[in-house]
């Protein structure tokens, strides 16, 4: 063996030992700007901060008689995106079902990459299509039939404009399906075939096949996938600021699906432009901003948690 | 008993389905794409009778049974073509629904696949509730029996509501055994159902299979060639696909027709 092999020359660090910090160094530079980020916002938003800021409706930013109260933001962001959910998940499953366990090969391939495609286009580009053709297809299509029928329940109150609540968690369900159906396509794929033998071999239909064998070994990982379109529709800002309507202050509380909304990303998107610096405007959109930034990582770390879960059952199980 | 073993090898296509057999095949063969895994096999298996399959590994056991189930159709690019009959119906014909037949044949397989986010209990229940079983106290006397038959009770019964990857291995493939035995199938197929236990638990599985031939038809895969001996009545060689030897177990044991049967069995190859 050479010699020098057996005795490397002795730097100060090995080039191994080199990079090994280096990558060290600036993945512990990412977790300190996060770290900052978080301190930053709370510094800032430290002046408004307040029981009466979280729970307040009225939000007045005219110097003098200043008021704010996020209430209505939060309560649109949590509407607005449980309608994402409610509606984008099932259809997302619904696709992630027919891809990996009915498709042929080639509608299989071409379909998941288109579906990988919508995922990479743009949210203004959603959102101009939410404003100039989308909210006239849900007023006439959906708005005017459920008011007509059903516009004696609360939610349903009030005149279909189509630049609404409903509007917007439409958006935002036709925005997460790509995310929700590829991650739980390949949640499924991932489920391996002896599952679904075991349950052919007991005599199960189709369909009984993909809720025993596949859906029940799957089923951390699809919630994780629905978390993750959650997390996406908590913080999508640009599209739904394009269709909700900007409602503020008490206006802006959702008590009707047809009424103009507001969530906490549109609210800043519409005021960051024109705060005064000297009033504490900006402070206040800050704390918007952190407790957007609390409920979106919240709604993450729990969606990693069940897609790490899932994949941790699969290395337990015996293949 | 010569009579007999004549009867067995010799099938031909226009003889008439005889009922005493459960399982007949004519003309099987087996194809994973272009390759072919079963060639012509023709068998036929006796109502209440244990059949062993030995041979090489990758001769086309596994590939055996589960076209006697329709198993087989399941994997992307397999074709099959020939007859199997059940009771004198060829499950390959049209009208035949294949959920129907594997209700009617159920399987344990090779690797044990337990769902394994569901409970123990869950499992064993699983294809009693596709069959539309909800009575709680039903369900649970055939989850118990079907545990105890499966000499897995004793290890679980505080544990039921644990999932069935909590399980070793061993105790995966009885639970497996426990849950196919739940549906009561007239055929039960087993592959190396004993291949991953300990001797003592190996043992139970074997007397479990001798007891199960008053209501059962089994037919099992095995390496072991003194299992083989002990527990079937009937033995079938295969070889590279082919059918080389199929009869009564005692004459594979002390006296094959042919070498090549003869060969395997003392160990000269496989
Ligand atoms: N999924 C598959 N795709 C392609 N070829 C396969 C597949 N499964 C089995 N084969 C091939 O078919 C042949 C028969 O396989 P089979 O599993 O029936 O063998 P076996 O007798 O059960 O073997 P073992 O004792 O190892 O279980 C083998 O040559 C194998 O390579
Ligand atoms: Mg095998």
Known sequence: ?319 | MIGMNKELLSVSSKERVNQTYKIETENLNAWFGTKQALKDINIKIRANSITAIIGPSGCGKSTLIRCLNRMHELVPSAKVSGKVFLDGVDIYSKNVDPVIVRRRVGMVFQKPNPFPTMSIYDNVAAGLKLNGIRDRKRLDEIVRKSLEQAWLWDEVKDDLDKPGASLSGGQQQRLCIARALAVEPEVLLLDEPTSALDPIAASKIEQLIVSLKRDYTIVIVTHNMQQAARVSDYTAFLYLGRLIEYDVTAKIFSNPREELTENYIAGRFG
């Open chain 1, 1 to 319: 063996m050479d010699e020098n092999m057996k005795y490397p020359p002795k730097f100060f660090l090995s080039v191994d030992d080199f990079f090994k910090y280096i990558l060290g160094i600036i993945s512990g530079l990412v977790v300190l700007t996060l770290f900052f980020m978080v301190l930053e916002l709370f510094r800032h938003s430290l002046p408004v901060l307040s029981l009466k800021f979280v729970f307040g409706v009225n939000w007045n930013p005219v110097v003098g008689s200043e008021e704010y109260g996020i209430l209505p933001y939060i309560l649109g962001t949590m509407v607005t995106s449980v309608i994402a959910i409610v509606v984008g998940v099932p259809i997302s499953l619904g696709i992630a079902i027919y891809l990996s366990e009915m498709a042929p090969n080639f509608i299989r391939t071409t379909l998941s990459f288109i579906i990988e495609l919508l995922a990479a286009v743009p949210s203004v580009i959603y959102g101009l299509w939410g404003l100039f053709i989308f909210r006239f297809w849900v007023r006439d299509f959906i708005e005017i039939p459920l008011s007509k029928y059903l516009g004696f329940l609360p939610i349903f109150q009030g005149e279909p404009f189509g630049l609404d609540i409903l509007t917007a968690g439409l958006i935002l369900a036709i925005m997460i399906i790509p995310t929700v159906a590829s991650v739980s396509r390949e949640v499924l794929m991932a489920v391996p075939n002896s599952q679904r033998e075991a349950a052919y071999s007991l005599g199960a239909t189709k369909w009984e096949v993909i809720r025993l064998g596949v859906l029940s070994y799957a089923k951390s990982g699809i919630v994780g996938a629905a978390i993750l379109g959650l997390g996406r529709a908590v913080g999508e800002t640009m599209a739904v600021t394009m269709v909700i309507g900007n409602a503020i202050g008490a206006a802006a509380l959702p008590t009707s699906l047809f009424k103009a909304g507001q969530t906490m990303a549109s609210l800043i998107a519409n005021e960051f432009n024109e705060a005064d610096p000297t009033s504490l405007h900006p402070n206040a959109l800050v704390g918007v901003g952190l407790i957007l930034f609390v409920l979106a990582l919240t709604v993450n770390l729990f969606a990693q948690v069940l897609v790490w879960r899932i994949l941790k059952i699969k290395e337990g199980a015996v293949e």
